[in-house]
């Protein structure tokens, strides 16, 4: 596949590539991080917003909850057991390279 560079071509590229969009990929992404900082580090969650990109630990916690259900205090205190996975759909989509 050839691509351009401007940003609608590798938008599109992406989107073919992986499945989803960029920004969607992205907040994917940070939440798998997010979830591994909270069960495999002791960081205080307002470090694990910060190293995440969130502007306060409220932003962060509250679009945790909205997508999980659970908030990253009860994650950390283990209110969850199973890690956090793209969905079935998601992952037949996926490519290798976007893993």
Same mark, same amino acid.
């Given at each position: $596949?050839?691509?351009? =560079?401007? *940003? *609608?071509?590798?938008?599109?590229?992406?989107?073919?590539?992986?499945?989803? &969009?960029?920004? &969607?990929?992205?907040?994917?992404? !940070?939440?798998?991080?997010?979830?591994? $900082? +909270?069960?495999?580090?002791?960081? %205080?969650?307002?470090? /694990?917003?910060?190293? +995440?990109?969130? @502007?306060? %630990? &409220?932003?962060?916690?509250?679009?945790? *909850?909205? !997508?999980?259900? +659970?908030?990253?205090?009860? /994650? !950390?205190?283990?209110? /969850? =057991? %199973?890690?956090?996975?793209?969905?079935?759909?998601?992952? @037949?989509? !996926?490519?290798?390279?976007?893993?």
């Amino acid at each position: $596949m050839r691509v351009g =560079s401007n *940003r *609608r071509k590798l938008g599109e590229a992406f989107q073919a590539l992986c499945g989803q &969009a960029v920004f &969607a990929w992205l907040r994917e992404e !940070r939440f798998r991080r997010a979830y591994e $900082m +909270l069960c495999d580090t002791q960081l %205080p969650i307002s470090a /694990i917003s910060d190293a +995440l990109g969130y @502007s306060t %630990p &409220a932003n962060f916690a509250k679009a945790f *909850r909205e !997508r999980h259900g +659970l908030t990253p205090t009860e /994650i !950390r205190e283990g209110a /969850i =057991s %199973p890690p956090i996975k793209p969905s079935k759909a998601r992952q @037949s989509e !996926r490519s290798d390279h976007c893993a």
